[in-house]
């Protein structure tokens, strides 16, 4: 299983980007247990941005992120999209997905993405 992660780049405070995160490998048998997006900023500590958990309608968004970021997913519940408003120089970091899979041959793992730079001007 691979998760596979585009849409970063650089904007202007108050623009937007979209981020997406497939995973691929998974087989035509298996579960997402959970799907997310953590953002790591210079300095800083990994911070949760969004998370599906399980088939759940609702994700979970980080504080500094809500009402402004909006996690969804498609139906097969394999890829992830986060919109991201609003942006501020404060969301600059590098954006990793990361998801909670089952699969009948290995079971559940966690797999992360390899990162994605988002970058906000002021």
Not at 27 to 42: D, T
Not at 81 to 110: E, K
Request: hydrophobic fraction near 35%.
């Amino acid at each position: 299983v691979q998760l596979q992660a585009c849409g970063g780049g650089l904007v202007q405070a108050r623009e937007s980007l979209r981020l997406s995160c497939a995973a691929t490998g998974t087989g035509s048998f298996f579960r997402v247990n959970a799907m997310s997006w953590y953002r790591q900023a210079p300095g800083e500590q990994r911070e949760l941005v969004a998370r599906f958990f399980g088939t759940s309608i609702r994700p979970n968004y980080g504080d500094s992120v809500k009402g402004r970021f909006t996690l969804s997913r498609d139906k097969a519940e394999s890829t992830v999209f986060l919109q991201m408003d609003s942006l501020v120089p404060g969301d600059t970091a590098i954006y990793y997905c990361s998801a909670n899979i089952w699969t009948p041959a290995r079971g559940s793992i966690h797999y992360w993405g390899q990162g994605t730079q988002v970058t906000v001007s002021s």
